[in-house]
């Protein structure tokens, strides 16, 4: 496949160049499909063309919305004609097959209509069946990615994998499967593409054999025209508006009558589709993975490390360039011409580098001009270098030496070694001149990038592999029988001591879930804290330290009943806000400090809430929402408003958020010390998604490298607050096999320095799996819910302290720590029960109770 901003010599207009690189824009350039609504229609004044668009539109949506099922297939269009060729030529550049079952069946097929010369292609398989969801890439040959199908399929959940929605670069799903975006919509006001203005009539016209409604609207990017079947209301066509992009699809402005459509194929409503039709079997040499891995580079060219042929340039006045000639020098040829744009566009950056490096002259910098002396004069070339803003010397290529050295188009860089030998090539623009400077000095101070090239890709080439193999290990989702865990007879710690302090009366809450401790509204530092418990997700009870019931607050129309967290923060006057969510919830809900509803948030549909964190991660600022989903939302920042401030959808299903201490905001190669902080650094934020990784992002949303701890998939952690001294830092659970779990104990750069096998069983409850915690008698410490019932706590080094065999399912487990005491909180699903923690031996604990009575 051509690459953009690459002409090559001898294909350069062919229909195959065209098309990969247009194929390769447009999923970049894209706009966000507008559309109508129908509070536009309804203005006063509107013309007779628009509400007739309006009334055909809004019919076009109802057929789409009412459908039960619907399949197509489709074909992406280019049209265009050369400047005074005048014939008006039609690319086909991609093919799309849609089959949908209402609620979670699809088969959706897209592929790159067009194979390069290598034969390679871009495209992607989904399939779900109502059980499962199964997705391939064309690009990652040997993978088939599975997980459980959603039980509705929506907008944000179609797409089930990162890498997939990367190639749409995150865009709105109406861009480039607008037939889908209307099918999906379950909301009869909200407008499928919303940034259109009000829809215009135009005169109708036959498309094949069909007469066709034509619906025009204007979108930030050009006019869009909608070709509606007359008497099904069905897509036909739909015309893309590229105006606004006109630059990234036709660069040299060399196309006349530029056009770009979606041709829909037999567009059908509510045909029954084989069940075949939805599953996806696997193929030869093909296994099946928990998340797609992307492939590795391309092997280092093997050009590299070679010494070049022979070659002779000439400069203007016709003196001679030859390898000898260069013979221990670093040089920099640089291979151009005239007519080249990407060439011109990158003169400028090169400039940049041989300013910084032409007054070593060790170092030898060269613009190759490959036309032609009969079509270009040297005057004309050397001019035009200068207006283009490079002033480094002018070789001339009369003997086409360029072919000698597979130089195959414009522009191409080479950097030879004093030896002669090819250390770096580069075809197309280059973007980067303190990287192009920087490896040129490496070269110059003596090493040898082809033999690092050649290194480093094997590094990457063993961790695709492993990365590889550690996706794999979870099989076929199907096969799966979820481990249940013993949960025996309780056993008080043998280490810690333990006393029951009170239990809650079941008529003050009925379903116990998780815990926060709120610390006491106003300034009184030494005021003791409530006990705020979750009541399945019905309601907030408040107790005092003594267990006594304090308040009820109800969480207002929440339909959700499964436990869920709560998260709490300061508001810039010092007021305390509560914020609770589930995992699985549509809402979550935010009260201030008088326990006044102020956000249920979202408003519109979504796969299910996975975590949420309520913090300032920019110090001096209001807190926010960081809301991260199931289904392909990914992770979304949401002010105290409600509104949307970003949202990243990178991750796939996410599992836990967490807000890193500040001190962790530092590179990754700068040791991360508390005092490296100050109350003026950002923190960042660190979250979990079924692929594993720790993915970290900054306070406005911006990706940061991703935190990978060895061969092991992390799906929850916990940070210490602060670094102690020859300790990890994190802890993580990770997910050896289904049932099996081991937390991790590994530094911030995700070195492991430990790890502790858990006993066997899945959880059957939400719950808060790993905290960092201070133990009366033992300092610093991990403690765990296992899935088996049993509290454990582990030391810094993963050392086992003591455990506490509570022999019930854990829906909540929380510690505070009290000038005279310690107290762990405990819920199961039937029982809530507050446990003091003393020093000594187990032996000596006595209940409270029993210490009343005598």
């Known amino acids: 496949m051509d690459v953009p901003g690459v002409s090559p010599q001898p294909l350069r207009d062919s229909a195959l160049s065209r098309a990969s690189a247009f194929a390769l824009a447009i999923a970049v350039t894209l706009a966000v499909v507008p559309g109508c609504s129908k509070s536009a229609t309804s203005a006063a004044g509107e013309d007779a063309a628009e509400i007739a668009g309006a009334e055909i539109t809004d019919k076009m949506f109802a057929a789409y919305r009412d459908a039960r099922s619907y399949t197509d297939h489709a074909t992406y269009v280019q049209s265009y004609s050369y400047r005074g060729e005048g014939v008006e030529r039609e690319l086909p550049f991609f093919e799309m097959s849609l089959a949908y079952q209402q609620p979670n069946f699809i088969r959706l097929r897209f592929d790159e209509a067009l194979r390069s010369d290598e034969g390679t292609a871009r495209g992607f398989d989904i399939a779900a069946n109502g059980t499962v969801m199964r997705a391939s890439a064309v690009e990652l040959p040997g993978q088939v990615l599975e997980a459980k199908a959603p039980t509705t399929i929506t907008v944000e959940n179609f797409l089930p994998d990162p890498l997939i929605r990367e190639v749409f670069n995150n865009r709105a799903v109406g861009d480039v499967f607008p037939q889908l975006a209307m099918l999906l919509s379950d909301d009869d006001e909200a407008p499928v593409f919303p940034e259109d203005e009000a829809p215009r009539l135009l ?185 283009w803003g490079g002033t480094f010397p002018l070789l001339r290529d009369p003997d086409v030496t360029a072919e000698k050295l597979q130089v195959a188009g414009t522009p191409t860089l080479m950097l030879l070694g004093p030896d002669g030998r090819l250390q770096y090539f580069h075809i197309r623009q280059h973007r980067d001149p303190q990287q192009l400077a920087s490896m040129i000095q490496k070269v110059l101070d003596g090493a040898d990038l082809a033999a690092e090239a050649r290194a480093e890709h094997q590094l990457l080439l063993k961790k695709y592999e492993s990365d590889l193999a550690a996706a ?27 006393s029951e302090l009170w239990q809650a009366a079941p008529e003050e809450i009925k379903a116990p879930g998780s815990f926060l401790i709120s610390p006491a509204d106003g300034d009184d530092s030494t005021a003791p804290p409530s006990i705020l418990a979750l009541d399945g997700g019905q309601a907030i009870v408040e107790f005092d330290l003594a267990g006594k019931l304090v308040a009820r607050h109800e969480i207002p129309g929440n339909a959700a009943v499964a436990n869920g967290f709560l998260r709490s923060a300061k508001n810039i006057n010092g007021e305390r806000l509560i914020a609770v969510g589930g995992v699985g919830w549509q809402k979550l809900h935010v009260f201030d400090h008088q326990w006044k509803p102020i956000l249920a948030f979202p408003q519109d549909k979504n796969p299910g809430i996975a975590d949420v964190q309520l913090a300032a991660l920019t110090p001096e600022a209001e807190p926010m929402l960081y809301v991260g989903y199931w289904g392909g939302v990914g992770v979304q920042g949401v002010g105290l408003d409600g509104k949307r401030r970003w949202a990243i959808r990178s991750f796939d299903q996410v599992v836990q958020l967490t807000v890193a201490p500040a001190d962790l905001s530092h590179a990754a190669d700068a040791e991360p010390t508390a005092a490296a902080a100050s109350s003026t650094t950002p923190r960042n934020l660190w979250g979990t998604s079924d ?160 210490e009343q009575q005598q």
């Open 691 to 850: 692929r594993g990784t720790i993915f970290v992002l900054g306070p406005n949303g911006k990706p940061q490298p991703e935190i990978v701890v060895g061969l092991r998939e992390i799906m929850h952690l916990a940070i210490r607050p602060e670094p102690l001294e020859g300790a990890a830092r994190c802890a993580g659970l990770a997910v050896e096999a289904v049932g099996h779990y081991d937390v991790v104990g590994f530094d911030p750069d995700g070195e492991v320095r430990w790890q502790y096998e858990l006993p066997a069983g899945e959880y059957a409850h939400q719950v808060e799996r790993i905290q960092s915690v201070d133990l009366p008698g033992h300092g610093p410490a991990w403690m765990v819910a296992a899935p088996d019932g049993s509290i454990i706590w582990l030391g810094p080094d993963g050392q086992l302290i003591d455990q506490f065999r509570y022999a019930k399912p854990l829906t909540g487990l929380a510690l505070t720590n009290m000038p005279d005491a310690a107290i762990l909180l405990v819920s199961t699903p039937d029982s809530l029960t507050a446990w003091k923690l003393g020093e000594g031996t187990a032996k000596d604990g006595k209940s409270a109770k029993e």
């Open 472 to 498: 794999a290990e979870s099989g076929d989702l199907l096969q799966i029988n979820v481990a249940r865990p013993e949960f025996g007879v309780r056993a008080l710690p043998e280490k810690v001591v333990v």
């Open 203 to 387: 005169d109708q016209q036959l498309l094949g054999d069909r007469n066709c409604y034509r619906v025009a609207t204007t979108s930030p990017k050009g006019k869009r025209i909608f070709w509606i079947d007359a008497s099904s209301y069905v897509l036909r066509r739909m015309e893309l508006p590229i105006e606004g992009d006109r630059r990234q699809f036709d660069p040299e402005n060399q196309y006349a009558n530029l056009a770009v459509w979606i041709d829909f194929k037999d567009p059908t409503f509510n045909a029954k589709i084989d069940e075949e039709t939805f599953a996806k079997e696997l193929g030869e040499g093909e296994q099946l993975v928990r998340r797609l891995i992307p492939a590795p580079p391309a092997a280092p060219s093997e050009r590299l490390g070679e010494t070049l042929v022979e070659f002779k340039f000439e400069t203007p006045d016709g003196a001679s360039v030859t390898n000898e000639s260069l013979q221990g020098k670093t040089v920099l040829l640089d291979f151009w011409q005239v007519d080249c744009a990407p060439c011109k566009a990158h003169t400028p950056e090169l400039e940049k580098v041989y300013q910084q490096l032409k007054d070593n002259d060790k170092f030898a910098f060269y613009a190759v001009s490959l036309d032609g002396k009969n079509r270009v004069s040297n005057d004309v070339a050397a001019r035009t270098l200068k207006n």
